[in-house]
Every structure is written in C-alpha cells, then in structure tokens.
C-alpha cells in the first residue's frame, strides 16, 4: 500500500498536461502491479487514459467545459519513454513550428531512431518514422527544431533568404548553438546555418 501511496503522490505533483507511462514511475512495484494501479485510477478519473500503456494528468478546459487529454506532443514524448526511443519533429512539423507554414498536418509525425510506428491517442495520431541514430542524437530543442524545419525545403529549394528568415528567431548566442550542433546533420544544412552565422558576424 506504500508504493501504491508513493506513485499517487507522484501523480498529484505533476502539472495538468503530462502525459506518462509505467516506466515514469518511481520504482519499487513489480511492472504488472504499477499497470493494475494505473488502470484502477484511469477508472476512477484521477488521470485519463489516452492510448493502450499510456496516461496523462487531463486539463479542464473552459471553453469546452471538460476535461481534455494532454497534447500530441507531450504523448509522443512519454510514447518515446516507455519504448527508449530518442525522436524529433519530422521536417512537416518543423516547418510548422518555425512559423514557415500555416498548414495544419493530418497528423503529428516525429521522427526516432526506433522502428517505424503509427499510433491512434486520445489527443490524435501520432507517427514515428525510424531514421539514422546521427540525427536524432541532435540533443538542443531549437537545433531540432531548426534542422528539420529547414530540411524539409529541400537542398536545392532552401535560399539564404529564408535562413535569415528562420535566424531572427534566435540571438547570436541561440544561433551558434544551434550550428555547433549541426555537425550531426547533413552537410549542406549546416554549411548554411554556419553562412548565416558568418553573415550575421560581417554586419557587427
């Protein structure tokens, strides 16, 4: 009963949002028991179950006057955790997230250095397309971000234009960051991150 009491006590210090799987928990009860608990509290409503293995701590939404699962990001990320996946967000999503597109994907895809998996969550579907382990070892949240994003024009579509473009988004400090961790990369996407860089430099 301890153990049971230590994992609600971790449950209840998590924000509203967090989405989890067994391999989150603290340790101490066998895997079985830790995935029985799980599934007696998803019953009761304390967390809201969002995919076969995997849980989150729901937000109530006023505009909809419920309570609503965790995003599809934070559900791939504890997907990523049960699995010991390392992911990152495919170019599509990139693109989106550097504000370069207005487009509203289907679905949310990342990609991981484990096998090629599609997923239907409460939140909605999320894929994971397997790719080299070089690039996923890409550790900084904006490298990733940046690299992917940029990735996705394509080596003879990506102008200095819209590095620049992308660039004002971060100081000098954040920028060089980012190239540093462009060694991982494809070489031509970090020759132009580091001529932005060189550009940046010239004009102070």
């Given amino acids: 009963m301890k153990q049971m009491a230590t994992i609600d006590e971790w449950i209840a210090s998590q924000k509203p949002g967090t989405a989890f799987s067994a391999v989150d928990l ?6 079985g028991s830790r995935d029985v608990h799980l599934a007696k509290l998803a019953k009761a409503k304390t967390i809201m179950r969002v995919m076969r293995g995997v849980y989150c701590i729901p937000s109530y939404s006023k505009l909809l006057g419920e309570s609503v699962p965790a995003g599809v990001g934070e559900i791939a990320k504890a997907i990523a955790r049960k699995f010991g996946w390392t992911i990152m967000p495919d170019d599509e999503a990139a693109v989106n997230g550097l504000g370069l597109s207005t487009q509203i994907p289907a679905r949310t895809r990342f990609i991981s250095d484990g096998p090629t998996k599609t997923y239907e969550t409460e939140s909605g579907v999320v894929e994971f397309r397997h790719r080299c382990q070089r690039e996923t070892r890409i550790e900084g949240r904006d490298a990733k971000m940046v690299i992917r994003g940029l990735k996705g024009f394509g080596r003879y579509y990506l102008t200095p234009e819209i590095v620049t473009q992308v ?5 000098d400090e954040q920028w060089r960051a980012i190239c540093e961790e462009s060694s991982l990369a494809s070489d031509w996407i970090s020759k132009a991150l580091w001529n932005e860089m060189r550009r940046r430099n010239e004009i102070h």
């Fill in 167 to 171: 660039a004002k988004r971060y100081s």
């Fill in 26 to 31: 603290p340790r101490g009860l066998p895997r």
